[in-house]
């Protein structure tokens, strides 16, 4: 696809079609998010990539938005190891939402639509994927074919006016 | 451009062919960084396009990561909400990377070059960029075409080795 029309296609998919996803695709979809770039390119994170329906089931209850885990395909869990300092936590974090956007690009890209989720109960998520002390579970990501209708380019999405959003040179006054 | 060909083409550029972007091509860029999803689409984040030459090189004092700056063809300041609360700050620093990611893409996937900075000197930069208080310049990115040689899709990125980084249904201890 090309890329315009992934980045205008990606949404935000909680409902998924019962279907797997290739493996192919499921590696190429976390090799978009190893690929991203990260603050002096230190790679704080790690992917658990999650398939079996008894775990997905279980990880569903980490957190009240978590519930759409149940249904996907394969969830991929973004984990990133603990720091007592709020400005490398704060980096990670933005380090993080790159590789997230990364991987929901890829997958919009193979016609497969992604929805994140928080993660609640932390200890509850690091025992069902195996995860050690001083590591954080930040992030789930439902991975699967949309159930309702296929992604197609969206020309308005529910934003705030451009306008509003982007301003030239110097900050406009609202 | 396919968009995995723009997603493995991408790469940090700091520096620039002199040739402006189109301004057609710059809001492309910047409305993908605005069609990019966040927690509750709250959309905590504005962009700031600059384009003028001074502005550039004032920007490219506020860290001594900045210093591309003042060669690029334009650059895109992050602009976050302050907040008081941890959690938040956290978040929209997930979403602000989110955001960044779609904007390095959509850059990619023209043949332009893109690469990020922190901003130290957050009163200089707010200043140059008429940001009222309440507000942080979270980073800056700078845009051009590369000068060294065109964005072309690299096949082994700098990056930890993705069967360490990537686990398969459970942690693998390394």
Redesign the interface.
Known sequence: ????????A?R?VRQYRPDPIAERDL??I???G????S?S?R?H????????RD?LRKLSTVWRGAQHIAGAAAAIAL?VPDSDD?HT???D??????????I???A??LGIGTG?S?VGEQDNARAI????PGHTV??LIGVGYPADRPLRPTAK????P?EE???????R?S
């Open positions: 696809m090309e890329t315009w029309d992934a980045l205008s990606r935000n590696d190429r976390v090799e978009a190893w690929r991203a770039p603050a390119n790679q994170r790690d992917f658990v990539v999650v398939t079996d775990q984990v709020e936590r704060l980096v974090q933005f380090d993080l939402g790159q590789a997230t956007f990364a929901l690009l890829a919009a890209d994140h928080s994927l195996g995860v050690p930040s992030y999405p529910d934003r705030r451009f959003v982007v301003h030239r040179g110097h900050w006054s």
